[in-house]
């Protein structure tokens, strides 16, 4: 089966502009988790949706970050008025239940000019 | 005080030799531990989670829980080359509620050929 998907792999932008970010989780799994991963850092979290409950958006670091899962399966992470502090690689990993194993996606690298 | 605090590293051990990666946790009432690894440039992925005080082991690691103490620990017997990676230790935080993921910094490990 396949595991979480991430698209685009790379991102470029330029300050000011909006970007999406995808993340298609594995089949089934009910929650997902959006993490940013500056270089040589750890894993800073961004938000978690679990089933049809309210996400928890406390990791969101601004305003300008938004997130929506549709249909319970498929999110994107929004950035609107990036900014060059944004680039960081952006990581989504899924799991079937509140506590079980997390599975990462490869990543969306972003970077903002 | 930082909610999980990992020595970022290098921590160099020869071939064959037990590496031991150690974390601190400040919230007292986390239930939940785990270790990922991350190889440079890749995602990361469970390794071990842990639950209860006291040892867990699976195969050559052995996490290593004292909520008393509030640290875990991950030891490697037998060190291998392909075990260097970057160790990321993380809890879920006993807010109730919320079932996101605390991630440190990591500690970085170079196993010596």
């Known amino acids: 089966g396949a595991g979480v998907s991430q698209s685009p792999s790379n991102k470029v932008t330029e300050k000011g502009k909006d970007v999406e970010l995808r993340c298609d989780p594995i089949s089934g799994h009910t929650a997902l988790y959006w993490y940013r991963q500056s270089l040589g850092q750890g894993l800073e979290f961004l938000i978690y949706f679990q089933g049809n409950s309210a996400p928890d958006k406390s990791g969101l670091p601004s305003d300008r970050f938004s997130a929506e899962r549709t249909g319970g399966s498929v999110s994107t992470l929004t950035i609107q008025r990036t900014q060059q502090e944004d680039s960081a690689v952006y990581l989504c990993?899924?799991?079937?239940?509140?506590?079980?194993?997390?599975?990462f996606g490869p990543g969306t690298r972003l970077l903002v000019l | 005080q930082k909610e999980v605090e990992q020595n970022s590293g290098p921590l160099s051990v020869p071939e064959g030799a037990i590496a031991s990666l150690n974390c601190t946790y400040s919230?007292?009432?986390?239930?939940?531990f785990f270790w990922y690894r991350q190889y440079s440039g890749k995602s990361p992925e469970l390794i071990m989670f842990i639950y209860s005080n006291g040892d867990k082991e699976d195969g050559r690691f052995t996490a290593q829980l004292n909520k008393a103490s509030q640290y875990v620990s991950l030891l490697i017997r037998d060190s291998q080359p392909s075990d260097s990676a970057t160790y990321l230790c993380a809890f879920q935080p006993s807010t109730s509620g919320t079932y996101k993921y605390i991630f440190g910094t990591g500690t970085r490990l170079k196993v010596l050929a």
């Open positions: 990993a899924s799991s079937a239940g509140t506590s079980e194993t997390q599975y």
């Open positions: 919230d007292r009432g986390s239930q939940s």
